[in-house]
């Protein structure tokens, strides 16, 4: 074991009163290894829905009181999760293609993204192996919605959010693999890290100066306003 992969950290702050009370509301202590990184990783992905908070780096407790994250910061409340109950997990780092983003993030707000947008997903180790989840980024209500939208689109999609080779079977489910959404975006690979804030110290968050300022105040909102009228539009249609 090691113990670097299980320490809490700033933003990995398991112990804080709102992670306790989920993981023992949950009855998550009680499971063996393979369903607690089931129970974690499908709360994170359905229950915490698809949506831009203020900053990348924020702590896990504030991602879980917010209800909704992206890529990095689902990823800190999954790691935080998973660590409290005592699975192994590291963060790997990446950027990805700002095309993959276009569609969520809508067109007039779009100049604001980095060409290159700050990516990670979390490594758990499990029966003697290290798998790879990325799949738990969007919910499964949003990326329903997205697979109907483009239902004629069977095989390789880059937009809204995802990047796949198959775009009516993303294979995001736990089943005890690798999971992957956006995979197929990557540009650059900035290796292992034991934290998130190991790797926002050295590599900063997407966003600085008067574009932070703008992206937090006022744009995220819009963006999350978008995600949710894509959510919605395919509840609607199913109705």
Known sequence: MNKSYLVETKILNFSHDAIQRLIKERGWQNLDDYNKVGAAYTFVKDEIQFGYNRSDDIAANEVLADGYGQCNTKGNLLMALLRALSIECRFHGFTIDQQLQKGAIPSYVFWLAPKYIIHSWVEIFLDGEWINLEGFILDDTYLTSIKSKFSQIKDSFCGYGIATTCLSNPETEWTGKDTYIQKEGIHDDF?????????????????SGVKRWLYQ????????????????TSNQSRG
């Open 217 to 232: 105040l006022m744009i995220r909102h819009l963006i999350n306003m978008n995600v949710n009228r894509l959510r919605k």
């Open 191 to 207: 290796g292992l890290y034991n934290s998130p804030d190991e790797f926002y110290s050295q590599k900063g968050t997407n966003l």
